[in-house]
């Protein structure tokens, strides 16, 4: 190969190389799980994972097009390219990884049963036989309550979104829920309807269910993708915006260990 078509050759990667990070990338969330992400009154996007993306976004000098969607469709949505990621609250976990490519966390909480305040569980959770138990369709709270609590002879009771269990909640249509605890605690028990709700029993944090944490995920192919999210994470806990926007939301530390 002589010089000049080598040179040429490598200029037209390298301006592909720049075209794939100006293009817009197209991400996936459920609009419908505060406070990581939710409806403000005008019917714009707001929450944690929203506000993170669009950081995540800038740092990487690319252009962020938020597609809505419920959680169930959204590893499907990457499967067939309709999407480029999901920065939803999906958990990291062995079945997941079989289907996508996940990032390195972005944050990391246990799940939790919320139930009426002075409900006793023990962390055999026998006790809830014959309660009906709402989990969000797809998550792995249902997987893990499907294993674990169904052949106690608990009902699962399984819905689109977080929020549709809420109301079923509060108008004792279910006895209890099982979910992230930063959402449980900061989108229901903190809100007025969540008033006479509690945490009961354990936490929940068995990597077999409920992973490594919170990642972004992209197609199984799209390693080169994972690892510009994984730098511009990386980037911005490193200058101060990781703190500034969990500070919107949360009073804790949600990254973890």
Known sequence: MNKALWLGLA???CTLGAQAADKPLRIGIEAAYPPFAFKTPDGKIGGFDYDIGNALCAKMQTQCVWVEQEFDGLIPSLKVHKIDAAISSMLITD???RSV??????YATPAR???KEGAQVDDSFSS????????????????FATDKLQPLGVEVVRYGSQSEIYLDLVSDRLDGTIANAAPLEEGFLKTPRGKGFAFVGPELRSKEYFGEGAGIAVA????ELAQR??????ALRADGTYLQVQQKYFTYDIYGN
Do not use: C, H, P, S
């Open 11 to 13: 200029l037209a990667a």
């Open 128 to 143: 809830l036989k014959g309660k009906r138990i709402g989990v969000q369709r797809g998550a792995t709270q249902d997987r």
């Open 95 to 97: 079945e997941r990884k």
């Open 101 to 106: 490519t996940f990032t390195d966390k972005y």
């Open 229 to 234: 999210f994984n730098a511009a994470i990386q």
């Open 113 to 115: 049963l919320v139930m």
């Open 220 to 223: 199984k192919d799209n390693t």
